[in-house]
């Protein structure tokens, strides 16, 4: 029997999707024997410092596909935001499963259940400067303070007092099997998500025809669609350390709605925008919105970030 192995990384929610990929594999090849690897990456083992120190989106990726140029993998799956917006030369995103809702989610330690409710002062977790950036820009009242570590420690550590909620991606929440313990599911007129949020992803071999034959049964054109978008504004407005940046892509008939933000870290400054078209143009509307944004002044943000890196 054919073998191949799916690289993932090790965190029980990353092990959830990879398994998300591995079931529908499994139905539609049986003949073929799929095998889940577990690889930790930089992200996984360097958990005391904030992701904007470490570098950029890669440290949750590089030893995937690592693993799988070297063909010690055939597969790498990825949470989509994590992934840089250049990859390695020989390799490609083959397919994006269906996507989840993209929105961040409040998880509070106790009775207060909206944003808007707590109390000056109060410590709000998050591992990311694109929802400090938005979130204290519209309730700058909070506290807004770096929490890392995988979904279970980031929980832990709220209901030991460290925090009195955390803000993470309702796909990752969703997924872990903790729906109901979303106190609030936060607007995207808040907070817009990240680039490719919710979204998975199958990273393989460029040139390898017949596993991407085999891997096109996993892909969501509309996902697809949206996330090319959203990675080409990102793109644009330009790679490097963690940045301030929002973006969410929605197909409405054969039309893409894309929204995306740009802000300064404390929120004070924020630059908002839409662009439509059709959809089969979904990377230039990507790249169009940037190029808007840059031109309203969004570049001097983000340069000024990227040399405090």
């Not at 030893?63 to 994590?82: G, P, Q, Y």
Request: charged share 25%; aromatic share 4%; with cysteine.
């Amino acid at each position: 029997m054919k073998k191949m192995i799916i690289g993932t990384r090790a965190s029980k929610l990353a092990l959830i999707q990879a398994g998300l990929v591995k079931d529908v594999l499994v139905k539609k090849f049986p003949e073929i024997e799929f095998v889940l690897r577990e690889i930790k990456t930089t992200g996984d083992v360097v958990t005391d410092i904030p992701l904007e120190k470490i570098g950029d989106k890669g440290v949750f990726i590089k030893e995937l596909e690592t693993a799988l140029l070297n063909r010690e993998i055939d597969l790498a799956v990825h949470s989509m935001k994590d992934m840089p917006t250049a990859l390695p030369e020989g390799l490609i995103i083959g397919a994006m499963m269906t996507r989840e809702q993209p929105w961040d989610v409040l998880l509070s330690a106790g009775p207060v259940k909206q944003l808007s409710a707590f109390k000056p002062g109060d410590r709000i977790g998050s591992s990311s400067l694109r929802r400090k950036a938005q979130l204290s820009h519209h309730y700058p009242h909070l506290d807004i303070q770096p929490v890392r570590g995988n979904l279970d420690t980031r929980l832990k550590k709220m209901q030991k007092g460290e925090y009195e909620g955390i803000i993470l991606a309702y796909a990752g929440v969703k997924r872990m099997g903790w729906f109901d313990a979303i106190s609030e599911i936060i607007s995207g007129d808040i907070c817009l998500p990240a680039v490719g949020q919710g979204a998975v992803g199958v990273e393989i071999r460029s040139g390898e025809a017949e596993t991407a034959a085999l891997i096109a049964v996993l892909n969501c054109p509309q996902t697809e669609k949206a996330v090319l978008a959203e990675r080409a504004f990102l793109r644009k407005l330009g790679g490097g350390c963690q940045v301030p940046v929002g973006a969410l892509a929605e197909i409405r008939s054969d039309q893409l709605v894309l929204r995306g933000m740009v802000a300064s870290i404390d929120g004070q400054v924020q630059f908002r925008e839409t662009e439509r078209g059709p959809s089969a143009g979904a990377e230039n509307i990507g790249t169009a919105l940037a190029e808007r944004l840059l031109q309203q002044g969004c570049g001097n943000i983000l340069d000024q970030i990227r040399q405090e890196c």
